[in-house]
């Protein structure tokens, strides 16, 4: 029996097994128009009609392997920017993400001008113990130059396993510097997810990199040592600008610790197991403290679930720019190889209704940011993603924008100024949304 049609039976087995374990009664019964959502035979000999194909002609050998994988992540890729195919290395490091940390050496990168340049060195790290400092530029990696590759290709090179090493090609920032090698050994990276500053002795500042599992946890450890300091807060800032997301649950219970009760966000997928609620429990932190949530277009996914949820409440003011957009919902399915793959299975609604998905959340007071980006930057939102899931609700009577600009970092400073200029913001903003909410409804 040739390959091929080894290959066209696995597939048929394969896609009957998946149709009668997700619907069993369309399995055994055919109705009107079934035929027309699963597979024919002649749609899997298409296939391995194209497997062959390739096998047979391609200008380099390819082994089956590497096809079925490029045939997976194709499938995937092809739904949206946020399912994709998690190799078995790529699916054991989520673990890792989940607690905040990494195996690498501690560098936050960027691209400006099509060169990668290192915008943060984290410390304790190994790129810290190797003198790489902000701005110096990476020009190679292992020898191999990064000029006009991409960024994500550039970064798993500098990831690896702990313990194994990699040569970094760098040039110091600044003019007159000279190309140096480092070599670096990985290790477990943890990354500083969370930063506190007092502002002006009574207002707080917490600035929020990510969300992982522990970052309610330390929100709230935080506050309380505040309070056992003697420290009165008058107000507090949360900023989550430029935060990608990260775990869900860690942004529902840090808007459950600013609650009292309430719908905190809901999902909704075809699945039924997907239809989820999550509501605030009892207990508040600093009730009745003037709260503001700075976001941008870089706040994405929990992000705007924290915000969303404290926005549709009135228990924060939501200052700065129109969030991402991301409002879709990744499950991490595990497969049998000991890889995964992160699937699109639902989407995200605020307390209100509102879906998040390629619309954002829009701030309560517009402040943007001024800053002078490269010809080749690219700031895009989730809107802007080919492929995107579209917004399946009714997004035209939202929060008017109320414009402002200036340089440096304006929107700090203009909370601040917020907090410090309104006593009775709270009351308000607590009546205005749950008026809100019950218009909306």
Same mark, same amino acid.
Do not use: C, W
């Given at each position: 029996m040739c390959k091929s049609l080894i290959i066209t039976l696995m597939l048929l087995a394969f896609v009957s097994v998946a149709v009668c374990q997700e619907n069993p009664d369309e399995a055994v019964q055919s109705g009107p128009g079934s035929s027309d959502t699963q597979l024919t035979l002649d749609d899997l000999r298409t296939f391995t009609d194209v497997f062959s194909q390739i096998r047979r002609n391609y200008v380099e050998e390819v082994d089956d392997k590497t096809l079925l994988n490029a045939a997976i992540k194709g499938m995937l890729s092809d739904l949206d920017p946020h399912s994709s195919y998690l190799p078995a290395d790529d699916y054991k490091q989520l673990d890792d993400s989940a607690h905040g940390r990494f195996s690498g050496i501690g560098v936050?990168?960027?691209?400006?001008?099509?060169?990668?340049?290192?915008?943060?060195?984290?410390?304790?790290?190994?790129?810290?113990?190797?003198?790489?400092? =902000?701005?110096?530029?990476?020009?190679?990696?292992?020898?191999?130059?990064?000029?006009?590759?991409?960024?994500?290709?550039?970064?798993?090179?500098?990831?690896?396993? =702990?313990?194994?090493?990699?040569?970094?090609?760098?040039?110091?920032?600044?003019?007159?510097?000279?190309?140096?090698?480092?070599?670096?050994?990985?290790?477990?990276?943890? +990354?500083?997810a969370m930063?506190?500053?007092?502002?002006?002795?009574?207002?707080?500042?917490?600035?929020?990199?990510?969300?992982?599992? %522990?970052?309610?946890?330390?929100?709230?450890?935080?506050?309380?040592?505040?309070?056992?300091?003697?420290?009165?807060?008058?107000?507090?800032?949360?900023?989550?600008?430029? %935060? =990608?997301?990260?775990?869900?649950?860690?942004?529902?219970?840090?808007?459950?610790?600013?609650?009292?009760?309430?719908?905190?966000?809901?999902?909704?997928?075809?699945?039924?197991?997907?239809?989820?609620?999550?509501?605030?429990n009892e207990g508040e932190w600093l009730p009745g403290v003037p709260l503001i949530v700075l976001v941008d277009r870089g706040s994405a996914s929990a992000s705007e679930v924290l915000a969303g949820a404290l926005q549709d409440h009135g228990r924060a003011l939501i200052v700065g720019e129109r969030t991402f957009g991301k409002g879709s919902v990744q499950s991490i399915l595990p497969l049998r190889n000991g890889a995964g793959i992160k699937l699109t299975t639902a989407r995200y609604y605020t307390p209100s209704g509102r879906s998040i998905q390629a619309e954002g959340i829009r701030p309560d007071l517009v402040v943007e940011r001024v800053e002078i980006l490269d010809a080749n930057d690219q700031r895009l939102r989730e809107a802007d993603l080919e492929?995107?899931?579209? %917004?399946?609700?009714?997004?035209?009577?939202?929060?008017?924008?109320?414009?402002?600009?200036?340089?440096?970092?304006?929107?700090?400073?203009?909370?601040?100024?917020?907090?410090?200029?309104?006593? +009775?913001?709270?009351?308000? +903003?607590?009546?205005?949304?749950?008026?809100?909410?019950?218009?909306?409804?």
């Open positions: 936050d990168v960027g691209i400006q001008g099509r060169k990668i340049v290192v915008r943060r060195v984290i410390s304790p790290s190994p790129a810290d113990r190797g003198g790489i400092n =902000p701005g110096d530029i990476i020009t190679a990696i292992d020898g191999n130059p990064v000029r006009g590759r991409l960024l994500r290709d550039a970064l798993d090179e500098i990831k690896g396993e =702990p313990g194994s090493t990699v040569t970094l090609t760098i040039l110091p920032s600044g003019p007159g510097g000279k190309e140096r090698k480092v070599e670096l050994v990985r290790e477990y990276v943890n +990354i500083p930063s506190f500053k007092l502002l002006d002795q009574h207002f707080g500042y917490f600035r929020i990199s990510f969300f992982h599992k %522990n970052s309610a946890i330390n929100l709230a450890e935080s506050l309380a040592s505040i309070e056992q300091d003697g420290i009165e807060l008058r107000g507090l800032i949360i900023d989550l600008r430029n %935060n =990608p997301g990260g775990v869900l649950q860690t942004a529902v219970e840090m808007a459950d610790g600013f609650l009292e009760e309430g719908l905190i966000v809901s999902t909704k997928g075809r699945n039924a197991t997907m239809q989820m609620e999550f509501r605030a492929g995107h899931l579209s %917004n399946d609700t009714d997004t035209k009577a939202i929060i008017p924008d109320v414009s402002v600009r200036a340089e440096d970092d304006f929107p700090l400073h203009e909370a601040l100024s917020i907090l410090k200029g309104a006593g +009775i913001l709270s009351a308000s +903003i607590r009546s205005a949304g749950a008026e809100q909410i019950k218009q909306e409804k």
